[in-house]
């Protein structure tokens, strides 16, 4: 197979309907067994090599480990041992209704991820906070897909705070969630291009509670990344020369 692909996930719900409709097999002997994360294997018809990395469940809390520092290291562990020609971050997020964002949207984001959580006022380490991490954003894809272009703001909380709203607003977020920088800060180290694939459960500027909007919506927003993810795959495996190995 000609192309390798990363998939991480935070939440195995996000996940689940992809695993399941790619047919892909839990691999214990990838990772570390001392760390959380489950990683499958398989491929889309033979022709990309897959590997979908989760989270994996806090074994205290029994739940998801979402944000920033297990998905920090899941993605280490994934793309040093896969070695893929690309990394896509897929999974759910909280939209903007004054950026145009409506529940279901599945966005491609297309400007560099950036941090709203680390605040740190001394020059020098106030930009090095927000940071500014590439993306590989093809337009004609996102145009050919159906998918909404966008920028995203990643921190670790679900809630935000004024000074949180200010600094989503100048980093140009559509989209708020708790994983996409710190990912694609690893692969920039990595060197692995990075995709962002975020499909909006609640919105963030509306009427209703976030948990409660999230809960309802994470099903149907997963049954959407899933659609949209494997549209991504199919179309980049039609397309071989838009991934190349270095
Ligand atoms: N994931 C889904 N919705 C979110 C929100 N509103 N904030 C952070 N992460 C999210």
Not at 102 to 114: L, N, T
Not at 132 to 156: C, D, H
Not at 206 to 215: A, I, Q, R, V
């Amino acid at each position: 197979m000609s192309q390798k692909v990363a998939l991480i996930f935070a939440m195995e719900a996000e996940a689940r309907p992809l695993i399941d409709e790619l047919g892909l097999e839990y691999d214990p002997t990838l990772g570390d067994p001392r760390l959380p994360f489950k990683h499958f294997r398989g491929s889309l018809d033979g022709r990309i090599e897959l590997l979908l990395s989760l989270s994996g469940k806090d074994s205290r809390y029994q739940v998801d480990h979402i944000g920033t520092e297990p998905a920090t290291l899941n993605a280490y562990v994934s793309l040093s041992k896969f070695q893929p020609d690309l990394c896509i971050n897929a999974g759910t997020a909280g939209g903007f209704r004054s950026r145009g964002c409506a529940i279901g949207d599945v966005f491609m984001i297309d400007r560099p991820c950036k941090f709203h959580d680390h605040r740190i006022p001394i020059p020098g380490f106030d930009a090095y906070g927000i940071g500014s991490y590439p993306v590989f954003a093809p337009q004609e894809m996102a145009t050919a897909l159906g998918l909404k272009l966008g920028g995203v703001s990643t921190g670790n909380s679900l809630d935000y705070t004024d000074v949180c709203l200010e600094i989503i607003e100048k980093n140009e977020g559509h989209v708020k969630e708790m994983e996409a920088a710190a990912i694609a800060w690893v692969a920039s180290l990595l060197k692995v291009p990075f995709l962002a694939l975020k499909s909006v459960t609640d919105i963030v500027d509306g009427e209703h509670p976030t948990h409660e909007e999230f809960l309802r919506n994470l099903d149907a927003a997963s049954r959407r990344i899933r659609e949209k993810t494997l549209d991504v795959l199919r179309y980049l495996s039609a397309r071989p020369h838009l991934l190349h190995r270095s």
